[in-house]
Nanobody, 124 residues
Framework: QVQLVESGGGLVQTGGSLRLSCASS????????MGWFRQAPGMEREFVAS????????NYADAVKGRFTISRDNAKNTVYLQMNSLKPEDTAVYYC?????????????????WGQGTQVTVSS
C-alpha cells in the first residue's frame, strides 16, 4: 500500500476555486493509478476523477467534468485536483486513493490505499 495525505481543503464561496493535493509515501507512486472521491454528509462516497500512472489518461464524473482537473507530478509523488466554478453541491470530504495499476477506476473497491480526507465547503 501507499500512504496518502490530502491537503488544500477549506471554505470557499460559490464560483470560487480550490486546489487539493495528495502526497504519497511508501510504495512507488509512479506505479499507482490515482483517484479522487468525495463523500457528502449522509451520502455514499462517490467517484470524482482518476488518472493513469503516467498521467496520460484521465476520467471524470459527469458532475465535475469541465470544472475539475486531475493531474500528477511523479517527481513530487503528488496528485492534484484543481476545482473551479465550485458549487454548494460540491461540499464534501474529498479523499484521494491509489491502486497498483496502469489505469484509474471509478470503483471504490478497485483502490487499496486511501487518505484521511480533506473537507471542502462551498457557501452559497
Amino acid at each position: 500500500q501507499v500512504q496518502l495525505v490530502e491537503s488544500g481543503g477549506g471554505l470557499v464561496q460559490t464560483g470560487g476555486s480550490l486546489r487539493l493535493s495528495c502526497a504519497s509515501s511508501g510504495r512507488t507512486f509512479s506505479n499507482c493509478a490515482m483517484g479522487w472521491f468525495r463523500q457528502a454528509p449522509g451520502m455514499e462516497r462517490e467517484f470524482v476523477a482518476s488518472i493513469s500512472r503516467r498521467g496520460v489518461f484521465t476520467n471524470y464524473a459527469d458532475a465535475v467534468k469541465g470544472r475539475f482537473t486531475i493531474s500528477r507530478d511523479n517527481a513530487k509523488n503528488t496528485v492534484y485536483l484543481q476545482m473551479n466554478s465550485l458549487k454548494p453541491e460540491d461540499t464534501a470530504v474529498y479523499y484521494c486513493a491509489g491502486r497498483n495499476a496502469v489505469y484509474g477506476s471509478n470503483s471504490i473497491s478497485d483502490y487499496d490505499s486511501w487518505g484521511q480526507g480533506t473537507q471542502v465547503t462551498v457557501s452559497s
